[in-house]
């Protein structure tokens, strides 16, 4: 564009400017006004306005009663933030399947990807290594972990039902599947475009390396490496491992193991804290060094609240382990969602974005709260409230200084008390 049609288009832009200006804001006016207006509603929906001859999908309806008659306090348009893995596409190979939920399917979900996994009895996940971090909580059965430090020192170790491990960026590691009857498991990447097929995988790699720099680089003839699979192997079925101790021993000759645990045994952790609500394990880099994720595991009781809060230095990645609950985000300029969890769902939170989670089904609610960053954080409506002057939050709530001077000084995570 020449300077001076930049100019003719400044101007005239200018110059349109103020009608075109007062246009917008008026129908942004009018439109706020639209979504804010309260219609009255019956409690069994018999209003003809409440009709829905269809057509509909019930099944998904059923599973989402915040969807379908939204709360009250709901307003705005505020993007979906949950995504279940049952949509997910599963691959399968023959030592077990895997699929995945990445920002390409949960659009807000920059930060974190989630992939889960089962592998049979032998089953191997191939040796492979990735840019991202990946931390992992097992949720049935038992698994042999492998992985080389970045100091070339080695790691193995067999991990059960709660356990957690983290594999630092770049370091190559490997899962395989024990007895009797193999493992299934959740991974957590700290990159949302993070993608479980396109890892760097030991096969893949040597097929792509001409034969005589693998020779080269070994001091073999080339011909040793005739039966190396000319395909990626990424998943594929073999005998179990060899006995721990002597697999242990025989990766630290020459150097002794690698001096950083890489798994987590949940099951010997106190609660961070416990109430009737429920309890929450918080595990970070105060309790699992090595780690650059930070997790908690909240279990919530029928009736239970995860309280009010937000976390102020990350995003949160929710995966719904069992039970069910809904969680409602609060994304400021007057606009609320809430939205249905449930078994095997992802949810995801924008850091500072306040939010609670309810436990609306009548079994225990289990979820993790994942978090890019090696240290959990988060500030609760309560603590937020019991520790600012109780006039000055009086004169904006009404609610009596006594209620605020009566909040617990310490947060609670979960309700009731
Ligand atoms: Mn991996
Ligand atoms: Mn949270």
Do not use: C
């Amino acid at each position: 564009m020449s300077d001076e049609s930049a100019e003719f288009t400044r101007r005239k832009f200018l110059g349109a400017g103020s009608a075109a200006m007062l246009a917008v804001a008026t129908a942004g006016v009018a439109a706020a006004q639209q979504e804010e207006k309260k219609v009255p509603r019956s409690p069994d929906h018999h209003l003809p306005n409440e009709t829905d001859p269809g057509p509909k999908n019930a099944a998904i309806e059923a599973e989402n009663p915040s969807a379908v008659w939204g709360v009250d306090t709901d307003a705005g348009q505020v993007p979906p933030f949950k995504y279940p893995f049952a949509m997910a596409r599963k691959r399968l190979e023959s030592g077990g399947w895997t699929r995945q939920v990445t920002v390409r399917e949960l659009p807000i979900s920059k930060s974190i990807a989630g992939v889960e996994m089962r592998l049979t009895a032998g089953g191997v996940r191939e040796l492979h290594w990735h840019v991202s971090s990946e931390w992992a909580i097992m949720l049935y059965g038992k698994a042999r972990i492998t992985a080389v430090d970045a100091q070339g020192k080695g790691f193995v170790s067999d991990v059960g039902e709660g356990d957690l491990w983290l594999f630092p960026p770049g370091v190559p590691h490997s899962i395989q599947g024990l007895g009797p009857d193999g493992a299934r498991f959740l991974l957590v990447f700290d990159d949302g475009n993070f993608n479980e097929f396109e890892t760097f995988l030991l096969t893949d790699w040597l097929t792509h390396t001409p034969r005589e720099v693998l020779a080269k680089n070994f001091a073999v003839p080339g011909a040793t490496f005739e039966r190396v699979p000319k395909k990626e192997l990424f998943i594929f079925q073999t005998g179990l491992p060899g006995e721990l101790k002597q697999e242990q021993a025989q990766v630290a000759e020459g150097t002794s193991g690698a001096p950083a645990r890489m798994d987590f045994k949940t099951s010997t952790m106190k609660p961070t804290k416990a109430t009737r609500g429920g309890e929450v394990k918080i595990i970070d880099a105060k309790n699992f060094p090595i780690t650059t994720i930070a997790s908690a595991i909240v279990t919530l009781k029928p009736g239970g609240l995860r309280e009010l809060h937000w976390h102020p230095n990350a995003d949160e990645w929710q995966y719904f382990i069992g039970g069910k609950g809904r969680m409602t985000v609060f994304v400021a300029g007057g606009h609320a969602r809430t939205m249905d969890m449930e078994e095997g769902d992802v949810g995801y939170v924008l850091q500072s974005n306040p939010h609670y989670i309810e436990n609306t089904g009548n079994t225990d609610l289990v979820f993790l709260e994942m978090f890019r960053t090696p240290h959990y954080q988060d500030i609760s409506l309560a603590e937020w409230l019991a520790h600012t002057p109780a006039l000055l939050v009086d004169q904006h709530l009404n609610v009596g200084e006594q209620m605020l001077k009566a909040i617990p000084k310490e947060e609670s995570l979960n309700l009731p008390l």
